[in-house]
């Protein structure tokens, strides 16, 4: 068994944010390669390294190249150091060899601590999925050090990353991306048709969160150190090949749709806060205390009464409302039933199952209509309804109908307004 150093989260109920990141060395379950070369992959995840950097040439001059996929070391381990997140080596044209260094060790620490996640949670899953008698989700391409913006592309100056204004800088944060037309940050390489998540360097230096408590200074926004967004990001796939929001699967592999509803964002912040326990899905990039708490929290009091439906509402707001709901329902389990955490986790992936098998009927706009009863809130209160008649005979069905009015999420269709989906980002 290979061993990883990465970050978790552990439980400290006396913390304001109910824990802090602690960096351990894990079991990674990593399966063997037909070219003899122990890579970070598995069943579920492979994980990649996207980042390139400048070193000098035999003349000197600075000459791109690839910083390449993490190796074991001599002991077949994959044990780097975070290195506070990284630098930033796109503000200079040739850094510094040890600045370098740091620069790609933290992205190989960013490899191993998003590959130990994502097959926690894809295995996690996979296990549910098949209790559920449902198909397996197919494996996720992960990019750490995706769009780094450090070297030049082409000869126009182009690079891969994001272009504010007249200046490049690195993505920050992460998107779950398929093939088709590219949102926000352009996509220069082919995408996995079954989907692909991204994990940018970032840009700014946090100063708050549980990794600055951690190392007791400040620290790179880097998406690959943070499981919150790792879990996040996979909940997206989770969505696409279980209740499909967007329809893809009826569109060309290659013109996917990657726009988000609040009902993905949503179900996917419950993912994070599932697998990490806790509600505060950003604890690890923000402060979360007695005097400020991430508006995404999952212990938020937002209800329908928050719902923004203007054309340019954020979906991730929107998302919440349907998140605290599942959480608040993942509470209540938890106070009844020993296996209180794992019957919501199997309530909202039947729910989800269940959204995909809506159809529309055939013929032009189907595709709209199908997108726009699946992301309505109304359609998800009664698919989890049906999910509950299904796995436990509908003993939950009082405790889903309290959890869900309480949140005025409106239930068997009662408001023909909550079926209006949210607009869409496409985090």
Not at 411 to 425: E, F, K, L, Q, W
Request: with cysteine.
């Amino acid at each position: 068994m290979k061993l990883g150093r990465v970050y978790t989260w552990v439980a400290r109920p006396s913390k304001p944010s109910g824990g802090a990141a602690r960096t351990e060395i894990v079991p990674l379950e990593i399966e063997s390669s037909s070219d003899g070369i122990v890579r970070l992959q598995g069943p579920h995840v492979i994980v990649r390294n996207g980042g390139e950097v400048y070193v000098p040439s035999p003349h000197g001059s600075p000459e791109p190249v690839p910083i390449g996929d993490a190796s074991p070391n001599a002991d077949g381990d994959f044990l780097f150091e975070p290195h506070r997140g990284g630098g930033r080596v796109d503000k200079v044209v040739l850094a510094e060899a040890d600045f370098r260094a740091r620069y790609v060790e933290a992205s190989h620490f960013g490899e191993v601590n998003v590959y130990y996640h994502l097959h926690r949670i894809a295995a996690y899953t996979g296990s549910l999925l098949r209790e559920l008698g449902a198909p397996p989700l197919p494996r996720v391409t992960a990019v750490v050090n995706a769009h780094h913006a450090a070297t030049v592309r082409d000869a126009s100056g182009c690079r891969d990353g994001v272009l504010k204004r007249d200046r490049w800088l690195p993505f920050q944060g992460g998107h779950y991306r398929l093939p088709g037309k590219p949102i926000e940050v352009a996509e220069l390489d082919v995408l996995a048709a079954s989907g692909e998540i991204h994990f940018g360097p970032g840009w700014t230096l946090l100063e708050h969160g549980a990794l600055v408590d951690r190392v007791g200074s400040r620290y790179r926004a880097n998406a690959s150190h943070n499981p919150g967004i790792i879990y996040h990001e996979y909940g997206h796939h989770i969505t696409r090949h279980t209740a499909d929001f967007r329809g893809n699967s009826l569109r060309p592999a290659d013109r996917q749709d990657n726009r988000k509803c609040a009902l993905d964002e949503g179900t996917s912040d419950y993912w994070a806060a599932s697998l990490l326990g806790t509600p505060h899905i950003w604890v690890f990039h923000k402060r979360h205390d007695g005097d400020e708490v991430h508006a995404r929290s999952l212990s938020s009091s937002k209800t329908m009464a928050d719902y923004d439906e203007s054309p340019s509402a954020d979906a991730h707001a929107n998302g919440t409302i349907w998140a605290a709901a599942l959480w608040d329902l993942r509470g209540e389990l938890l106070q009844v039933e020993r296996d209180g955490a794992r019957r919501a986790d199997l309530l909202v992936l039947a729910g989800l199952c269940r959204l995909g098998q809506i159809q529309a009927d055939e013929g032009r706009g189907r595709i709209v209509r199908l997108r726009r009863v699946r992301s309505g809130f109304a359609t998800a209160a009664a698919a989890l309804l049906e999910a509950d008649a299904w796995l436990y005979d509908g003993a939950h069905g009082a405790m889903i109908r309290a959890v869900l009015r309480r949140r005025q999420i409106p239930i068997d269709g009662d408001d023909a307004a909550a079926h209006r989906p949210a607009a869409a980002t496409s985090a």
